[in-house]
């Protein structure tokens, strides 16, 4: 299994940016996909996660200024982010988790830095 992240990057306060991964070595259909962060000294966070039906779902930090979405034809998944602010700051790792099996997956991470 690989999932391969991009589009973190350094922005201001209030700010978009755009997260996107792609997966392999999955069936991506079967599986939940998601995003998670770890901010320095913090424990690794959910931000957002899309079903593999469809249905999403977002930590409270992140809703209605994050947009999570699936493309199961290129095996990808986005986030959206927008108005960004400095606590978004953090690695931004993506995430599969199979439906049958319950076995996770995980990327490399890409770094997103909020600036004030």
Known sequence: ?????????????GGSLRLSCVASGIIFGFND??????????????????????????????RGRFTISRDNAK???????????????????CYARTRLSGSEAWGQGTQVTVSS
Do not use: C, F
């Open 33 to 62: 996909m998601g995003w998670y962060r770890q901010a320095p000294g913090k424990q690794r966070e959910l931000v957002a996660i899309i079903t593999s039906d469809g249905r999403s779902n977002y930590a409270d930090s992140g």
């Open 1 to 13: 299994v690989q999932l391969q992240a991009s589009g973190g990057g350094l922005v201001q306060a």
């Open 75 to 93: 095996y990808t998944v986005d986030l959206q982010m927008n108005r960004l602010e400095p606590d978004d700051t953090g690695v931004y790792y």
